[in-house]
């Protein structure tokens, strides 16, 4: 039967393909799949976990049967037996080798998966005392990843497909298994498990919770595949292998699509690709206006890796390096410390190499709030407003140790090409005097090591109010503001963007925000200071004509979106737009005079 589940659209287009779930655990669990040959070894670590946890029942049921009945119950042996049987059961141990198999799920995926098609035929048992064993069920999974813990597998970045037959191309439910295209459905996804997909083969994302600036919808955005969050009951609704339509222009998901249903997102997505293709020959037009005004179009990435597709989307420039991806998914690679000076030296040199001569600049790192350090999530939980909280420049001030070791391997990079330095959420002098500081030091310990390092521009990120009404403070010194309009918005209208209950408030043509922006650009200019947005703003093509309005000439952004902003800034004429965006910003709507 189809049914349609709503959500928040966050990334565009229409992806056809099989439902994989990700179940949510009480165990941290990685997901990532195997190579062929690695299929004996994850079943293998299966068997051993199994036969480990078996062991460790028998000698709990040993000892039971040697305590007296006033120390031991019944019902206790009876449970002991029970967890034993499940241990052994086919459902549960042929289903975890059908996902390794069929699927190449890595073991811990693999179980989880199994565990949560397991426990809904628990649920729909008649017998109440039946239906009570989906607990005992969800205990030895529990025990079984425990054992599996700390012997996670290399990590294969994706699984091999194979090419359907040209035949079968326009019906996109002609294959199957493994050949079918793939649709992720999680109740949330860590932004280490977003690292983990993102080089990974799946034609679109939905998840139950999350915001259009969490950093689900980003990276989903930055692969440039569609995908729906805050599709509240999707993970309950959807199951294992569904066919499943995902329209990210709409914000809908349909499940079990009836052939009428298919046919016409058959024919949008067809619509879609071919208006790629047609954007697809901008690529190597200069981003110059109507009036001859150049603009910059650059990059926002995760890894140095992105720099290949930066490059390929016709970017001038890397505008935002999040660095804090190469501080997460590290526990499910072995690494268990965070990257040393040299890892991330190497990290920002291939980043700087991989823009070849282009600028980059680089963000120090932003964790905390939703984006949490391994074997530090339970920070979320311990701290009522995380948003508030220890979170970006306030983490690092806090660790000078590892704020300096990052400084250091940025210096060093500097040496091999043009680096810009962007430190995050600034409010305070006092911060900005303690950043600047630590820069100096991190220079002073490279000299007296002899190390060599290069110059880099200076600059901070405006997006909490606070900085933006102190502009005048921030550029006596910095050599450049950069707008990150995401948590800007956040903090401006008080709206935890990774809330979905409040999502509907989260508004970046309210006219507060708009101000704070015009006059960050405004006041960047009359100093002759460079001014970047590199929030989700700078690529959403209803805001580029305001934004070149207001004076903004440096754009960054998701290279995905960068053919459809340049396509913006070829039809604009800046000399007309400005009163325009005068207009905008005193109207009491702007989201209406924007739509006008």
Excluded at 330 to 352: F, G, I, K, M, N
Aim: glycine share 8%; proline share 5%.
């Amino acid at each position: 039967m189809t049914i349609s589940i709503h959500g928040l659209p966050v990334a565009r287009g229409i992806a056809i393909g099989r439902a994989v779930m990700v179940v949510s655990s009480r165990i941290d669990v990685a997901h990532y799949f195997i190579k062929p040959e690695e299929i004996e070894a994850e079943i293998d670590r299966v068997r051993i976990a199994r036969n480990e946890v078996a062991e460790e029942l028998a000698k709990l049921q040993a000892s039971v049967s040697q305590m007296g009945p006033n120390d031991a119950p019944h019902e206790l042996a009876a449970l002991l037996e029970v967890h034993q049987l499940l241990l052994q059961d086919e459902a549960l141990t042929g289903g975890v080798k059908h996902w390794i198999t069929d699927r190449l799920y890595n073991a811990e995926w693999a179980l989880t998966t199994q565990l949560e098609i397991v426990a809904r035929q628990f649920d729909e048992m008649e017998d109440e005392y039946l239906r009570e064993r989906k607990a005992d069920l969800e205990q030895v999974v529990e025990r079984l990843l425990h054992r599996m813990k700390g012997t996670a597998a290399v990590l294969a970045p994706s699984p091999p497909r194979r090419k359907r037959p040209a035949a079968e191309d326009d019906d996109p439910t002609a294959g199957e298994g493994i050949d079918a295209p793939l649709v992720l459905i999680a109740h949330d996804l860590s932004p280490a498990d977003m690292l983990q997909f993102k080089k990974s083969v799946f034609a679109g994302f939905v998840t139950d919770v999350g915001g259009r600036t969490s950093h689900t919808a980003i990276v989903a955005r930055s692969m440039d595949i569609p995908a729906v969050v805050g599709a509240r009951s999707a993970s309950q609704l959807v199951r294992q292998d569904d066919w499943v339509i995902i329209d990210g222009d709409a914000g809908v998901v349909i499940v079990d699509p009836s052939p009428i249903i298919l046919a016409e997102y058959g024919f949008k997505q067809r619509q879609g690709e071919l208006e790629r293709g047609r954007l697809a020959r901008l690529r190597h037009k200069p981003a110059v206006t109507l009036d001859g005004q150049r603009i910059d179009l650059l990059a926002n990435i995760e890894l140095p890796e992105d720099t290949d597709g930066a490059v390929k989307a016709g970017a001038v420039g890397v505008g935002l390096f999040r660095s804090e991806f190469l501080f997460m998914g590290r526990e499910s690679q072995r690494q268990t410390r965070l990257p040393d000076e040299e890892e991330q030296y190497q990290a920002y040199r291939r980043a700087v190499e991989g823009m070849q001569g282009m600028p980059v600049t680089i963000r120090t790192v932003d964790v905390g709030a939703d984006k949490p350090l391994d074997g530090k999530g339970a920070f979320k939980q311990e701290h009522l407003n995380p948003a508030l909280g220890l979170r970006a420049i306030r983490w690092s001030l806090a660790d000078p140790a590892m704020f300096l070791t990052q400084l250091r391997a940025i210096l060093r990079a500097a040496a091999h090409g043009e680096i810009h330095l962007l430190i995050p959420m600034l409010a305070h002098l006092s911060e900005i005097r303690q950043t600047l500081s630590l820069i100096d030091f991190a220079r002073a310990e490279l000299d007296n090591r002899g190390v060599a390092y290069g110059p880099v521009k200076l600059g901070a990120m405006i997006e909490i109010p606070a900085a933006a009404l102190m502009l005048k403070t921030f550029l006596k010194h910095f050599d450049f503001l950069s707008i990150g309009t995401n948590d800007l918005i956040q903090y401006t209208l008080a709206i935890d963007r990774a809330d979905e209950a409040v999502a509907h408030l989260y508004d970046p043509a309210h006219p507060a925000v708009l101000r704070l922006v015009a006059e960050t650009i405004a006041e960047c200019r009359r100093q002759g200071k460079g001014v970047a947005v590199c929030g989700e703003m700078a690529g959403d093509v209803a805001f580029t004509r305001l934004l070149l309005g207001l004076g903004l000439r440096s754009f960054s952004m998701h290279p995905s979106r960068i053919l459809a902003v340049k396509q913006e800034v070829l039809r604009a004429d800046t000399g007309k737009l400005e009163a325009w965006a005068r207009s905008v910003l005193d109207a009491d709507d702007p989201a209406a005079a924007l739509a006008g």
